[in-house]
């Protein structure tokens, strides 16, 4: 059977549930994702030649030849990586990404838009929008505390910091035409117990809201703030908790930002979604593969990703919901990982969106939970490859199976040689 034909049969399959998949696929494309830049070298940076990751509550393992080493590979890494992997996309970038190439290089708390200029010159060549985060680890001064520290002058550099990191997220806004959304995580917290829980949490509440107390339009930039349950040398306490930061979300009317590896690994994540969107004005998602602890594996299209992309499309509020991918692997080809996590959230959106979503709620407010329970085990044989096959042709990318050979062409290639 040709292609054509194995489409048409998948179609009327879902439309005998009442889904158009041609819908479904160009609802899809129209949702923009986040990729986040550091996969591409190991969460290292570029602020120093030969910059490297050290501490902050952050790991990355595995020492897989081809990292990138400066920032022309690392983009034209992300440019091979955009023509592997269908969809819409943005680019997620971290403070400690500056190019210092033309001038000299200053210290975080010195940082300006020009020292980013390249980022979005090259960023609105692609047609990819940035969005932007203050990189409070890997720096003599984030040993211990940052935001929540109780000497004041390392404190103040970290307010500084973010301060700035506000003004260039609102530079990338203004320049790109579309609102950046700018993230403060802090890896703030203790390996053992604390005795002044209060203290930190009251210093960190006062810091935030120091850094936001300048109003910037909300057309060039948007502030999140995320939060995480332990982190390596921070087992016993973290400052910034969910509960710190969802009360500090609601009451000061900034977005929330849910990161999947922040929480314990017993806990289902999606389920927040619909109670989270009853008080904050806008959420960010943080999608990445949680084994054990906050390991950040790169995503793939399991059970977790495909009940948060369920989640995602069930509220209804997607102008409200903001995508984005955080994980990081330097144990196997970082061209793969990138692809492999930016296709299974493209899947599991697809996935989410070829769901019967109106059949299965008239089936629960009728009391017939045995129809819903059967209709949820019917679409788990549904030809969803099929659609997502048809999804990868339109955008012109290749197939799941054709994308092993040009990863690895490109390893042979380019990063082999680095």
Not at 119 to 148: C, G, R, V, Y
Not at 353 to 364: F, N
Request: hydrophobic letters at 35%.
């Amino acid at each position: 059977m040709k292609n054509k034909d194995i489409y048409a049969d998948a179609k009327e399959q879902y439309a005998a549930l009442g889904v158009d998949t041609d819908a479904a696929i160009s609802r899809l494309k129209q949702i923009p994702v986040s990729l986040h830049c550091w996969q591409g070298d190991d969460v290292g940076g570029f602020e120093t030649s030969g910059a490297v990751l050290d501490g902050g509550g952050i790991q990355v393992t595995g020492n897989y030849p081809g990292r990138s080493r400066t920032i022309a590979e690392l983009r034209h890494d992300i440019e091979k990586v955009m023509t592997l992997i269908p969809g819409t996309y943005r680019l997620n970038l971290h403070a400690s990404y500056a190019d210092f190439s033309n001038c000299k290089p200053v210290d975080r708390d010195k940082i300006e838009p020009k020292h980013f200029e390249s980022w979005i010159n090259w960023a609105l060549e692609q047609k990819l929008p940035l969005d932007f985060n203050a990189t409070l680890f890997s720096h003599p001064k984030a040993a211990e505390m940052t935001l929540a520290s109780k000497d004041r002058g390392i404190r103040d550099f970290w307010i500084e910091h973010t301060k700035r990191c506000r003004d260039i997220g609102a530079y990338f806004g203004e320049k790109q035409g579309s609102p950046c959304i700018h993230n403060i995580w802090i890896p703030d917290g203790m390996k053992d117990i604390p005795s002044d829980r209060q203290g930190y949490r009251e210093i960190l509440l006062a810091s935030l809201d120091d850094i936001l107390s300048k109003p910037i339009s909300s057309s060039y930039l948007k502030d999140s703030v995320e939060s995480k349950v332990f982190g390596i040398g921070s087992e016993s306490y973290v400052v910034g908790s969910h509960e710190f930061y969802m009360g500090y979300a609601v009451s000061r009317k900034k977005m929330l930002t849910i990161d999947m590896g922040h929480f314990h690994p017993t806990e289902n994540v999606s389920d927040k979604l619909s109670s989270i969107l009853l008080f904050v004005p806008e959420l960010l998602l943080h999608l990445s593969r949680c084994v054990r602890w906050d390991s950040d594996h790169v995503i793939i299209f399991n059970d977790d990703q495909r009940a948060m992309a369920e989640e995602i499309i069930r509220t209804g509020k997607l102008d409200r919901i903001h995508i984005g991918t955080d994980f990081f692997d330097g144990s196997i080809n970082r061209i793969g990982a990138w692809v492999i996590g930016a296709r299974a959230t493209e899947k599991a959106l697809l996935y989410a969106l070829l769901e019967p979503h109106d059949r299965l709620v008239k089936y629960e407010e009728a009391g017939n939970y045995f129809a819903r329970l059967a209709l949820n085990e019917e679409l788990k044989t549904m030809p969803f490859g099929t659609v997502w096959q048809r999804y990868c042709e339109q955008s012109s990318v290749p197939s799941d199976t054709e994308v092993i050979s040009a990863v690895m062409e490109y390893e042979k290639d380019v990063t082999s040689k680095r």
